[in-house]
């Protein structure tokens, strides 16, 4: 099988997959822990909308869960900084 390049992914996108791939969704009474572990990487807005992205590229399913091609096209851990907005 050919390998494929690595699809582009946004700064958000890359947060939201790492967090899905590393962190439970929720964890002793705290619901969505993956955004809150975010550690003000991304506001909520970002990280809504970049998961809404990623399902509609099936690297997340319907429910949130990472997919197999999300655990493919996740960065092995989250991006150092957001790039300035030019």
């Known amino acids: 099988p050919m390998i494929t390049q690595a699809p582009e992914l946004t700064f958000a996108e890359k947060v939201v997959l790492v967090a899905t791939r590393s962190l439970k969704a929720s964890y002793n009474g705290i619901p969505n822990l993956r955004f809150h572990e975010n550690r003000g990487r991304v506001t909520l807005q970002e990280w809504e909308t970049a998961k809404e992205s990623l399902i509609e590229k099936k690297f997340l399913n319907k ?4 997919t197999v091609a999300g655990r493919n096209a996740c960065p092995q851990d989250y991006p150092k900084k ?3 907005i030019a």
């Open 82 to 84: 957001q790039p300035a």
């Open 63 to 66: 429910a949130g869960a990472i």
